[in-house]
């Protein structure tokens, strides 16, 4: 499946941002889907993903209550709402989609990659 990252860009700290990630292929619905994030200088980080379904999903601690991670299976679309950012959430924002059975946090879990979309988050 390939994937494609859109939606980023600057906007100053508390305020939000959407990204989208369209995926190619009819078999979006059988992967876990999910986003990371990698700021210069720092490792990938785990920001958020979601079962096949949708009805089950997993934040980092740092994003939580802030993020909101969603898909729709129609249209091969995965989404994250981002609220109050904060100058620290400062990265390029990865889609991932997963084989394995289970949502993970580990990077290496995820099979496919997209390019990424940047988000800047000025103070």
């Known amino acids: 499946v390939q994937l494609q990252a859109s939606g980023g860009g600057l906007v100053q700290a508390g305020g939000s941002l959407r990204l989208s990630c369209a995926a190619s292929?009819?078999?979006?619905?059988?992967?876990?889907m999910g986003w990371f994030r990698q700021a210069p200088g720092k490792e990938r980080e785990f920001v958020a993903a979601?079962?096949?379904?949708?009805?089950?999903?997993r934040y980092a601690d740092n994003v939580k209550g802030r993020f909101t991670v969603s898909r729709d299976n129609a249209k091969n679309t995965v989404d994250l709402q981002m609220n109050s950012l904060k100058p620290e959430d400062t990265a390029t924002y990865h889609c991932?989609?997963?084989?394995?059975?289970?949502?993970?946090?580990?990077?290496?879990?995820?099979?496919?990659w997209g390019q990424g979309t940047l988000v800047t988050v000025s103070s």
């Open positions: 991932v989609g997963s084989n394995r059975v289970l949502v993970s946090t580990t990077a290496h879990e995820y099979d496919f």
């Open positions: 292929g009819r078999t979006f619905r059988s992967y876990i």
């Open positions: 979601l079962t096949r379904s949708g009805s089950s999903t």
